[in-house]
């Protein structure tokens, strides 16, 4: 039998139709061509350590005229699904599909490395969403990306923590997309604090990060201020605020702690003979006012010994503290704050008052204002001081979530414990944003059906204009789910409901000029979220990253053209298959930041 | 043998649907491929009488009518579903145009292939879609030339038809003569038989399936059997017809054979691999299925003797004699369920159970004794290192046990650590030791520290070092854990050996600081981690199963997985609300990190 070119040609499409229709339908996504660029460090103790960007040659290729900006976020691999996970769905002719089981098989594969993912976030480009690098960092795994700092300015390094590993590392993004390591932290340079959680960059390009954990080694520990503190140890207490150089070299290690001990409702596991709240996680700063501050989480070992017995009320700190940062290498805490409990507050279950677990804080911007604000993730509330730098800072309940929830329509009482993490000022200190990753429904028993995760945007103008004297305050049952009624009180102007559990935001400050350059706005026009906590500990979130569109009145709705490459649907997605660097399945997103080359600011 | 490969391949599973889902993918897998089978050779087989019509047609539609319900499934590919349907509908209806019909019964053909293999990947991917293949090629081989006509001399002209039938077929442009069509399909046939018995080989010897006793008292080794014998006795057909004229008879009986071979293969998806045979004295990992679920099992020393026997999960019961079983319970400082049987030696049967199901699983503890520590009060932590061997793949006897000795690496490490201790200037230490030879050699080195010893219960000491195996370790850190939520004790903290990195002791208390020659949060380590929980659910990753996976691995792992000693600390980091929190994950600490706080230590010289 003699074959004709066209003979050949049609057998060929016959037989591979039927290969075609199935990765149709299985959603295949490997990507194919990768150029890989290595950058290293060596770490304090004599090891290399190092990032390998996967940088997408087919999709950076493309000559498109318009500078870029890219959003980057830190992602860990997530260890359950790290390897090439089958998708394949049910076919006729397979036996073997079981995906309970493919779950467990999956299990086998060898950790995979932690990443900064840089995704094109230029809206309008073709390529608008797509993940065209992944520099993953070794040879450490299981880091636990956490946070980076809250905002990027041009000149900035990334500082990034991982919670687990207790390591810093420092990426310099001059060059986007590709990205170079500076330098890594390791936990036997901090030995003051651990678990690292936030960062604060400054004007010199050094930063400030808290360690939310005690001192590594229980004990004495000596502070280069000479402070004494007795320590209970890695993941405990007192935690501390360390500034890092550059290179991430701890330049150097204050304690959080105030001398002689705190309150004794500060409940610490093991017991140390001086009780301290201090637990910093949240951290911003006011460089013109010299005062930086940060908000007290809890001990983040929390540890449960009885499964049975609740757990201790006093391990969630209820506490802000305000510091002097006027000698950038001895930052002093010059006020601890125990914020009010609330209306919702009840004596006989205090572990859920509006106080309990400040995750997150924010200062205003502009000089005129001096103000603060802090939210609880366990208490479901906003807390507002009008100058951080007074002695002792005033600070008052200004906004329940339960206002955003019923907004929303979801009856949410009791309110609380409904996961509220990033807070973060408008530039031009008109509105607060806050996201709330929302609460598993059965959290307070069978009658409670949850609560919604959304990106909400308050309006504080008439808050921040009452100066030193507001007068807005929550403290009646009718206010927490209807708005403060007095007429400063924070207003809803927009609200964005998120599925999946959105945790983490960050502000677009960068717009593109006339002159095809991006340049620095206070006039924010995007939000990007992200759909993760920390899944060890139980929120695990779907891990998406959306972005979010911020209207002149701060009406929020979410950018359908920000879309996965993968599943063309809205947000991008870390549950996938493939990634640049290789077949390492889910990701986990935590933060993420708006940035631009420096080439392509002005 | 249609999706053998599937759960033949590593990692993949039987399919858990029903009987009824076993029977329908049976049905159409083995329609589909002789649909498929006559398709491809349509250009070669002549134009279709009615005999391979009837044959196409019905087979297309019992694929037809086995399929479409199925696209309701919640799990089932409906691009997949709607194209096989299609094309196995096209092939029949091309019957008059033979190069369209081959063009589509290729392509139903791959699909087919491709569905059956889907999952794997490798060479068993490879080796599945070769077989499949070769399968569809001599099932449509052997189905086109048992509906083609006989020769005239067979039907001998009647009164209806005064001329020979085969030669009013071929006036009619009908069926080539059968005997024709086997001259000219036999090197096809043959070819495909070969490969299907080539890779069916190959096949069974990926899934570890072998020739012994397994092949006749299993499920899978009766069908496996079954399988075999009729693809011989179809090719013995193939072979003898090719050398002389045999009855149509035959052909049907081939067709039938062979479509029964392709549906055992398919069958054998279904059923569980035999496990293999159990090395001889060597500690044995095995899986049992109860309760619907699938519960690992690990005897170890697995000599004759006392054994221990560890489970994951409680209320499991085991022994030799199913009379009388022994609940296994749990052990101070490790997971899972463990208990002691006495094994005979050479060849017996472990009866495990749980409700009212009862498995067994085969065992051979050969003749050797195995050391009496390794199913002491330290025999968790011996079995640890067995399973942490096993999963590397070494199939090597017990012959000690880690607490036997101080091992030097572990005394450097606990020489670094008092070192550490003694530079901290503490006032007095109080030690955690027991009766084995490690921790008696180890607490001879706290001694020579000089370092005022004073009693555990006291409370006093500046820091408590813990020398012990791991059940004490865990009991008596479980009450210290308690003291030091209401008073302050052990200042400096509480200082563990080298041994004890293992999560039920290490979560006695709050946080720990251990000697470790390997950083948990690189890959080695995590690896191991990662496959302990993956093998045995529920079960921790410990010092001792690290040090026994490293003996499996390459030299230059070894070396990087194994260096010098420094300091660690293992706390829990929970930072999460009590209510959100479902504590699970494997590795080293779930819910928690295991982090370097210290360099290398000094282990050389100096003090002690």
């Known amino acids: 039998m003699r074959f004709s070119k066209k003979r050949l040609l049609i057998g060929l499409v016959a037989a591979l139709t039927p290969i075609g229709l199935i990765n149709y339908s299985t959603g295949q996504d490997a990507y194919a061509d990768i150029q890989q660029l290595v950058s290293s460090v060596t770490g304090a103790d004599g090891k290399n350590y190092s990032i390998t960007n996967n940088l997408r040659a087919d999709v950076l290729g493309r000559s498109e005229g318009t500078r870029k ?51 094109d976030a230029t809206k309008g480009s073709p390529t608008y969403g797509q993940v065209v690098n992944t520099a993953t960092v070794g040879p450490l795994v299981e880091n636990e990306p956490h946070h980076m700092q809250y905002i990027w300015h041009k000149g ?54 808290t360690y939310m954990g005690g001192p590594v080694v229980p004990g004495p520990y000596v502070y280069e201020n000479g402070q004494v503190s007795i320590g209970n140890g890695f993941g405990g207490s007192p935690g501390s605020l360390i500034r890092f150089d550059e290179k991430g070299v701890p330049l150097s290690q204050s304690p959080a702690t105030t001398p002689g001990g705190e309150d004794p409702s500060c409940v610490n596991l093991p017991t140390i003979v001086e009780p301290t709240c201090a637990n910093p996680h949240g951290i911003q700063a006011r460089e013109d006012l010299n005062r930086l501050i940060t908000s007290d989480y809890l001990e983040p070992r929390n540890i449960i010994l009885d499964p049975v017995k609740i757990t201790d009320p006093g391990l969630r700190r209820p506490t802000v503290r305000i510091w002097d940062i006027s000698d950038r290498d001895n930052p002093k805490v010059a006020s601890v704050s125990y914020l009010p409990t609330g209306p919702r507050a009840n004596p006989e279950d205090p572990i859920r008052n509006e106080n309990k677990g400040l995750m997150e804080t924010t200062v205003t911007n502009r000089p005129e204002h001096r103000g603060a604000f802090v939210q609880s993730m366990v208490g479901g509330a906003i807390f507002y001081t009008p100058d951080i730098t007074a002695a002792k800072p005033e600070w008052r309940e200004v906004f329940d979530d339960t206002t955003a929830a019923t907004q929303l329509g979801y009856g949410q009482f009791p309110a609380g414990a409904d996961g509220g993490g990033w807070l973060q000022t408008s530039l031009d200190d008109r509105f607060l944003y806050k996201a709330v990753i929302g609460r598993p429904a059965g959290s307070y028993g069978a009658t409670d059906k949850g609560s919604p995760g959304y990106i909400v945007s308050l309006d504080i103008q008439e808050l921040l204009a009452s100066g030193n004297s507001p007068q807005c305050s929550i403290d009646s049952i009718d206010e927490i789910a209807n708005g403060g009624q007095e007429a400063d009180c924070p207003a809803i102007a927009g609200i964005q409901q998120i599925d999946g559990g959105p945790h983490w935001g960050t502000l677009d400050n960068f717009e593109l000029g006339a002159d095809g350059y991006y340049h620095e706005t206070d006039q924010a026009r995007r939000i990007a979220s992200s759909n993760y906590f920390v899944g060890r500990s139980g929120i695990n979130g779907d891990h998406r990253v959306c972005i979010i569109d911020v209207g002149s009145e701060g009406e929020l709705t979410l950018d359908e053209t920000f879309r996965d490459e993968n599943s063309k649907q809205p947000c991008v997605a870390f549950n996938r298959k493939s990634w640049p660097h290789g077949d390492f399945g889910n990701a986990k997103p935590h933060s993420q930041l708006f940035v631009v080359a420096d080439e392509d600011v002005r | 043998m249609i999706a053998t490969l599937a759960q033949h391949g590593h990692g993949a599973a039987p399919v858990t649907g029903g009987t009824g889902e076993v029977v329908v993918r049976v049905l159409l897998l083995t329609a589909s491929a002789l649909v498929a089978g006559i398709g491809v050779l349509a250009p070669v087989s002549g134009p279709a009488g009615a005999a391979r019509r009837v044959v196409t047609w019905t087979a297309a539609g019992v694929v037809v009518l086995v399929a479409v319900p199925a696209i309701n499934q919640a799990d089932m590919s409906v691009p997949v579903l709607a194209g096989h349907i299609v094309l196995v509908l096209l092939v029949p209806a091309l019957l008059a145009k033979p190069p369209a019909m081959s063009l ?20 068993a991917l490879w080796l599945g879609l070769a077989h499949m293949a070769a399968a569809v090629a001599w099932l449509g081989a052997v189905a086109v030339v048992a509906t083609a006509p006989g020769p005239a001399a067979d039907r001998p002209a009647t009164e209806d038809e005064p001329e020979p039938a085969i030669q009013r077929a071929a006036d009619a442009g009908s069926d080539v003569e059968r005997g024709t069509l086997v001259k000219r399909l036999a090197p096809l046939a043959v070819l495909a038989g070969v490969v299907v018995a080539g890779t069916g080989v190959l096949q069974a010897n990926l899934a570890g399936a072998g020739f012994d006793v397994r092949l006749v008292d ?74 619907g679920a699938v519960t690992p099992i690990l005897i170890s020393p697995h000599r004759p003797g006392r054994n221990l026997v560890h489970v994951d999960g409680e209320g499991v019961l085991v022994g030799t004699d199913p ?54 009060v330290d025999g968790p932590e011996c079995a640890s290192f067995a399973l ?79 020398l012990s195996g791991w059940a004490p370790a865990a009991s008596e850190l479980a009450k210290i854990g308690a003291r030091q939520q209401k008073e302050a004790i052990f200042p400096h903290g509480v200082y563990l050996a080298p041994w004890l990195l293992n999560p039920p002791v290490i979560t006695s208390v709050a946080s720990v600081i251990l000697p470790l020659r390997f950083n948990p949060h690189e890959q080695l380590p995590a690896t191991y981690a990662q496959q302990v929980g993956a093998r045995f659910a529920g079960e921790a990753a410990t010092a001792a199963g690290y040090r026994g996976w490293l003996t499996g691995q390459t030299d230059s792992a070894k070396k990087a997985g194994d260096t010098v000693p420094a300091l660690y600390t293992a706390s829990l980091v929970s930072i999460l609300p009590k209510e959100f929190q479902h504590h699970d994950g494997a590795g080293w600490l779930p819910n928690g990190t295991v982090v370097a706080v210290s360099g290398p230590l000094v282990t050389q010289g100096g003090n002690p």
Not at chain 1, 89 to 98: F, H, I, M
Not at chain 2, 396 to 411: F, H, N, S, W
Request: charged share 15%; with cysteine; hydrophobic share 45%.
């Open chain 1, 69 to 119: 900006e890219w959003l980057l976020v830190w992602a860990g691999d997530e260890n359950i699904a790290d390897t090439v996970v089958p998708t394949v769905k049910g076919l006729p002719g397979n036996l073997s599909v079981d995906p309970a089981k493919l779950t467990q098989d999956v299990v086998n594969a060898a950790p995979g490395p932690d990443f900064l993912a840089v995704i």
């Open chain 2, 388 to 466: 942490g061997a096993l999963l590397a793949g070494q199939e090597k006897p017990l012959t000690a046990c880690p607490a036997d000795a101080l091992d030097g690496r572990d005394e450097e490490s606990v020489r670094g650590l008092l070192s550490f201790l003694t530079g901290r200037g503490l006032g007095s230490v109080a030690v955690l030791s027991d009766s084995s030879p490690r921790a008696k050699q180890a607490e001879k080195l706290v001694q020579a520290t000089g370092v005022p010893v004073v009693g555990v219960e006291t409370g006093r000491a500046d820091a408590l070092v813990v």
């Open chain 2, 218 to 291: 299993t499920a899978f080794g009766l069908v496996l059997l079954a399988k075999s014998l009729l693809l011989l006795g179809v090719g013995a057909i193939a072979v003898v017809a090719v050398r002389k004229r045999v009855p149509r008879g035959a052909f049907r009986f081939a067709t039938a054979g062979l479509a029964a071979a392709l549906g055992a293969g398919a069958v054998l998806a279904a059923v569980p691999v035999p496990v293999p045979l159990p090395a001889t004295g060597v500690p044995l990992l095995r899986d049992v299925a109860l309760g």
């Open chain 2, 104 to 123: 589509t019964g290729t392509a139903l053909g791959v699909l087919v292939a491709v569905e059956a293999t889907a999952t794997h990947e490798g060479a």
């Open chain 2, 323 to 376: 009379a009388r079983l022994t609940e296994v319970t749990s052990r101070p400082g490790t997971t899972g369920g463990w208990t002691t049987v006495d094994l005979p030696p050479g060849t017996s049967t472990l009866f495990v159970r749980k409700g009212e199901e009862t498995q067994e699983v085969r065992l051979d503890t050969g003749t050797e004794k195995a050391p009496a520590s390794a199913t002491g």
């Open chain 1, 156 to 209: 900035d390094k990334i500082f990034a923590g991982g919670l687990f590993t207790a390591a810093t590392y420092v990426f310099d993004v001059a060059k986007l997309p590709e990205l170079s390591l500076s330098g890594i932290s390791l936990p036997t340079q901090t030995l003051s604090g651990s678990v690292p959680d936030a960062y604060w960059v400054l004007k010199d390009g050094t930063a400030y990060g």
